[in-house]
């Protein structure tokens, strides 16, 4: 992935940029006059555990190798003071954490609210660890993210958020996060999340404090799903070239199913496109994944259905393993791995033992020539 990456160069003409100051300083409160019940956070669903600021962008740096990580993870405000860090065990800054904790050493963290919109996507980006999301931002947004250096830890944030909490995290300090009605339709069970003590908040004059809604979808991080499958297309083509098209269905909470078209080429190519995905950085979290040929639409379910449900013989199309699964998942039997399917449902050659007289049957269509004519002549009848 990260090879991916360094092909497009054009991130690097866009890196972000320093700057003196910046509005997100306009107000800057430490010590007592930090009370985090003067900012909205979010009581969303009955069984929710507390309130959340579920927009806060976490800034974190690996205390070895100094590189920078972006991501959005939700933050239960526990109280006036400390709020609990939902990073989950696959994330970036969850390794930086563990690097922290494993050195004895506390870890600087600042969350920034109001970010342009670019960064703001880039936070949910399934980006290789070593890769800095504000290049990715900047990439997006054609120009140079401005950056100002936070008041009480040493990291920078966006001069134009809105918000920043500023804090230090210390090795083993936890507390009980969620319950949490997520994005995947259920509530995530309570789980400990280290809790981060506040030393600083700044803000602009009258900063707004964005937010968002997730739970049983379709919800409003939809279409940020949508943009990563879209965005990651060519990404996902360089590591797997087989990749024509892929679709990932919202209702699958996008990291359950992923439906993938190839050009089939040799026997057996969509058992080897199934198991590059489920080694393939995030991807690998995919419950289950359906092949297709090139000549299905990915993103007609109606089609990938009729294929799926008829082309299949499950003796022989259907590949169950093991692995890890997201962090939310609850089916499950035990938190973290479990097992996942894939589906064969190209065409199936002789040479992978399909070996009926006649072959694969040509599916049922119109004669090109006889459609073309009949849409010509819809007036006509009348119709
Ligand atoms: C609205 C929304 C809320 C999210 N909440 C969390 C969360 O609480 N914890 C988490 O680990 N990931 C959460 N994610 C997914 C991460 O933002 C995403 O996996 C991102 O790539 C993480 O960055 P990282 O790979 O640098 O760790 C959320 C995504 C969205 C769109």
């Given at each position: 992935?990260?090879?991916?990456?360094?092909?497009?160069?054009?991130?690097?003409?866009?890196?972000?940029?320093?700057?003196?100051?910046g509005p997100v300083h306009e107000v800057v409160l430490?010590?007592?006059?930090v009370?985090?019940?003067q900012l909205?956070?979010?009581?969303?669903?009955?069984?929710?555990?507390?309130?959340?600021?579920?927009?806060?962008?976490?800034?974190?740096?690996?205390?070895?190798?100094?590189?920078?990580?972006?991501?959005?993870?939700?933050?239960?405000?526990?109280?006036?003071?400390?709020?609990?860090?939902?990073?989950?065990?696959?994330?970036?800054?969850?390794?930086?954490?563990?690097?922290?904790?494993?050195?004895?050493?506390?870890?600087?963290?600042?969350?920034a609210f109001g970010?342009?919109?670019?960064?703001?996507?880039?936070?949910?980006?399934?980006?290789?660890?070593?890769?800095?999301?504000?290049?990715?931002?900047?990439?997006?947004?054609?120009?140079?993210?401005?950056?100002?250096?936070?008041k009480?830890?040493?990291?920078?944030v966006?001069?134009?958020a809105e918000v920043v909490i500023e804090?230090?995290?210390?090795?083993?300090?936890?507390?009980?996060?969620?319950?949490?009605?997520?994005?995947?339709?259920?509530?995530?069970?309570?789980?400990?999340?280290?809790?981060?003590?506040?030393?600083c908040v700044t803000m602009r004059k009258r900063p707004l404090l964005?937010?968002?809604?997730?739970?049983?979808?379709?919800?409003?991080?939809?279409?940020?799903?949508?943009?990563?499958?879209?965005?990651?297309?060519?990404?996902?083509?360089?590591?797997?070239?087989?990749?024509?098209?892929?679709?990932?269905?919202?209702?699958?909470?996008?990291?359950?199913?992923?439906?993938?078209?190839?050009?089939?080429?040799?026997?057996?190519?969509?058992?080897?496109?199934?198991?590059?995905?489920?080694?393939?950085?995030?991807?690998?979290?995919?419950?289950?994944?359906?092949?297709?040929?090139?000549?299905?639409?990915?993103?007609?379910?109606?089609?990938?259905?009729?294929?799926?449900?008829?082309?299949?013989?499950?003796?022989?199309?259907?590949?169950?393993?093991?692995?890890?699964?997201?962090?939310?998942?609850?089916?499950?039997?035990?938190?973290?791995?479990?097992?996942?399917?894939?589906?064969?449902?190209?065409?199936?050659?002789?040479?992978?033992?399909?070996?009926?007289?006649?072959?694969?049957?040509?599916?049922?269509?119109?004669?090109?020539?006889?459609?073309?004519?009949?849409?010509?002549?819809?007036?006509?009848?009348?119709?």
């Amino acid at each position: 992935m990260r090879e991916a990456f360094g092909k497009l160069g054009s991130m690097t003409h866009v890196p972000p940029k320093k700057v003196k100051d910046g509005p997100v300083h306009e107000v800057v409160l430490t010590g007592d006059d930090v009370d985090l019940d003067q900012l909205p956070a979010l009581f969303t669903w009955p069984k929710d555990g507390g309130s959340f600021f579920n927009l806060g962008l976490t800034h974190t740096k690996d205390p070895e190798s100094g590189v920078r990580n972006l991501g959005l993870y939700r933050l239960q405000r526990h109280d006036k003071r400390t709020i609990g860090m939902h990073w989950q065990i696959h994330k970036d800054s969850r390794n930086h954490y563990q690097v922290a904790a494993r050195r004895g050493e506390k870890l600087p963290v600042a969350i920034a609210f109001g970010c342009p919109p670019a960064v703001t996507y880039a936070s949910t980006a399934p980006l290789p660890g070593d890769i800095d999301e504000y290049l990715f931002a900047g990439f997006l947004a054609g120009k140079r993210i401005e950056m100002v250096d936070c008041k009480t830890v040493p990291l920078q944030v966006p001069a134009q958020a809105e918000v920043v909490i500023e804090g230090w995290l210390e090795p083993g300090e936890m507390l009980p996060e969620g319950p949490f009605g997520d994005h995947t339709g259920f509530y995530t069970p309570q789980e400990p999340f280290p809790a981060l003590k506040i030393d600083c908040v700044t803000m602009r004059k009258r900063p707004l404090l964005q937010s968002i809604v997730v739970g049983r979808p379709p919800t409003e991080d939809g279409p940020l799903g949508r943009a990563t499958e879209r965005f990651f297309l060519p990404l996902l083509k360089i590591i797997i070239p087989d990749i024509v098209d892929y679709h990932l269905p919202e209702a699958g909470g996008f990291h359950n199913c992923a439906i993938v078209s190839i050009d089939k080429k040799y026997p057996k190519h969509a058992q080897k496109v199934m198991h590059a995905i489920w080694g393939a950085h995030m991807m690998s979290l995919t419950k289950l994944i359906v092949v297709v040929d090139s000549d299905c639409d990915v993103h007609d379910l109606h089609e990938v259905a009729w294929r799926a449900l008829g082309n299949t013989d499950y003796a022989r199309d259907l590949s169950i393993v093991e692995g890890p699964v997201d962090h939310l998942d609850h089916a499950s039997y035990q938190q973290f791995w479990g097992g996942k399917a894939g589906i064969d449902a190209t065409k199936k050659w002789p040479e992978e033992g399909y070996t009926r007289d006649g072959g694969w049957p040509d599916m049922v269509e119109s004669d090109p020539e006889t459609a073309a004519k009949v849409d010509r002549r819809w007036k006509e009848y009348g119709l």
